[in-house]
């Protein structure tokens, strides 16, 4: 399984971004994917998933309402759209991939795409 994400940058609180993250290498209709963050100097934290099979969608407290995860089966493709960013969001967003439901912890997951650096200015 290869996990490839995209979409980060630079954007001014109050703004958006898109998150992207192109899975391929199996099927995956029974995996949960999920974003997780990391900011400097702190642990890895869930930010939100949905498992392909049944469309079931969490998120963290700290993102609820202002964050959108969806996919597209297409494509393979899971988005986090990111609106009302604020700086405390500035983090690399990981997303990452696991075999049956959702799970809120890092290590739940068995695959990882490298990640993509969310800044979001004062």
């Known amino acids: 399984v290869q996990l490839q994400a995209s979409g980060g940058g630079l954007v001014q609180a109050g703004g958006s971004l898109r998150l992207s993250c192109a899975a391929s290498?199996?099927?995956?209709?029974?995996?949960?994917l999920g974003w997780f963050r990391q900011a400097p100097g702190k642990e890895r934290e869930f930010v939100s998933a949905n498992r392909w099979s049944t469309g079931n969608t969490y998120y963290s407290d700290s993102v609820k309402g202002r964050f959108t995860i969806s996919r597209d089966n297409d494509k393979n493709t899971v988005y986090l759209q990111m609106n009302s960013l604020k700086p405390e969001d500035t983090a690399v967003y990981y997303c990452?991939?696991?075999?049956?439901?959702?799970?809120?912890?890092?290590?739940?997951?068995?695959?990882w795409g490298q990640g993509t650096l969310v800044t979001v200015s004062s």
């Open positions: 990452a991939a696991r075999r049956g439901p959702i799970l809120t912890f890092s290590l739940g997951y068995d695959y």
């Open positions: 290498g199996s099927t995956f209709s029974s995996y949960t």
